[in-house]
């Protein structure tokens, strides 16, 4: 009995700095998503949580949450896959618009495998094997198109792809029924280590949008100016 209360005495010594490193992990990955959204000129900042269900309130404006028994514990988790849908630009001629968003990936190792539990994650590859990244999704389309990404549940099918979540995704473009682009490009959040290697990285997308035909950020100043800013540092 004594082994065993030691070992979950550990196991709970785990959770506490778990959700410690959690905390600063979340702040810095929105702190950056922020940077991202100031550095692109894009006009919006919100979120949609991906991969399981967010938890709503039992009625309109009621702070008592729903939630019941054998609900999926990633539900709780809401930073596992997250969206920073950061909104809709003009060209400068207002001939074509586009949309962007950040999707976080904390884990790939559901995306890594075959299986299609997200419950099991004995089934995930391993943690050490598991890549942590950010895609970059992009819409480009002339403005009396109609947009192919029109709501969350088109998103939901891109992120939720095991291709397009996988740690071995990269750079990648798409041709809309009408007649519009879409780029995805997965970049290992290693690469986000500073502002300037972030500043590298936006660059580098920039250049693949310029490959593919799409010049939405080229009067853009992507070098080290000031410090990244956060929105909210919650203190």
Same mark, same amino acid.
């Given at each position: 009995?004594?082994?065993?209360?030691?070992?979950?005495?550990?196991?709970?010594?785990?959770?506490?700095?778990?959700?410690?490193?959690?905390?600063?992990? @979340?702040?810095?990955?929105?702190?950056?998503?922020?940077?991202?959204?100031?550095?692109?000129?894009?006009?919006?900042?919100?979120?949609?949580?991906?991969?399981?269900?967010?938890?709503?309130?039992?009625?309109?404006?009621?702070?008592?949450?729903?939630?019941?028994?054998?609900?999926?514990?990633?539900?709780?988790?809401?930073?596992?896959?997250?969206?920073?849908?950061?909104?809709?630009?003009?060209?400068?001629?207002?001939?074509?618009?586009?949309?962007?968003?950040?999707? @976080?990936?904390?884990?790939?190792?559901?995306?890594?495998?075959?299986?299609?539990?997200?419950?099991?994650?004995?089934?995930?590859?391993?943690?050490?094997?598991?890549?942590?990244?950010?895609?970059?999704?992009?819409?480009?389309?002339?403005?009396?198109?109609?947009?192919?990404?029109?709501?969350?549940?088109?998103?939901?099918?891109?992120?939720?792809?095991?291709?397009?979540?996988?740690?071995?995704?990269?750079?990648?473009?798409?041709?809309?029924?009408?007649?519009?682009?879409?780029?995805?490009?997965?970049?290992?959040?290693?690469?986000?280590?500073?502002?300037?290697?972030?500043?590298?990285?936006?660059?580098?997308?920039?250049?693949?949008?310029?490959? @593919?035909?799409?010049?939405?950020?080229?009067?853009?100043?992507?070098?080290?100016?000031?410090?990244?800013?956060?929105?909210?540092?919650?203190?």
């Amino acid at each position: 009995m004594e082994t065993t209360t030691e070992n979950l005495s550990n196991a709970l010594l785990d959770v506490r700095r778990a959700h410690r490193i959690l905390y600063a992990y @979340q702040r810095r990955m929105s702190d950056l998503a922020y940077f991202i959204k100031c550095k692109l000129g894009m006009p919006d900042f919100y979120g949609f949580k991906h991969f399981s269900n967010p938890i709503y309130g039992r009625s309109k404006g009621h702070s008592r949450l729903n939630i019941w028994h054998d609900m999926w514990a990633w539900d709780y988790l809401y930073s596992y896959l997250f969206e920073y849908y950061l909104g809709v630009q003009k060209t400068s001629d207002e001939v074509y618009e586009y949309k962007f968003s950040l999707i @976080q990936y904390s884990d790939t190792g559901y995306f890594d495998q075959d299986g299609q539990r997200r419950c099991r994650i004995s089934e995930f590859g391993s943690e050490k094997e598991s890549s942590s990244k950010l895609l970059f999704f992009l819409e480009y389309k002339s403005k009396d198109s109609e947009w192919e990404w029109k709501d969350g549940s088109y998103m939901e099918r891109i992120v939720l792809n095991k291709e397009v979540g996988s740690k071995e995704h990269t750079k990648e473009v798409r041709r809309t029924t009408s007649g519009g682009t879409q780029i995805l490009c997965s970049f290992p959040l290693e690469r986000f280590i500073n502002m300037e290697a972030t500043l590298e990285v936006l660059r580098e997308f920039r250049s693949y949008c310029k490959e @593919q035909g799409i010049h939405v950020f080229d009067d853009l100043i992507l070098e080290p100016t000031c410090a990244p800013t956060s929105s909210s540092s919650g203190e």
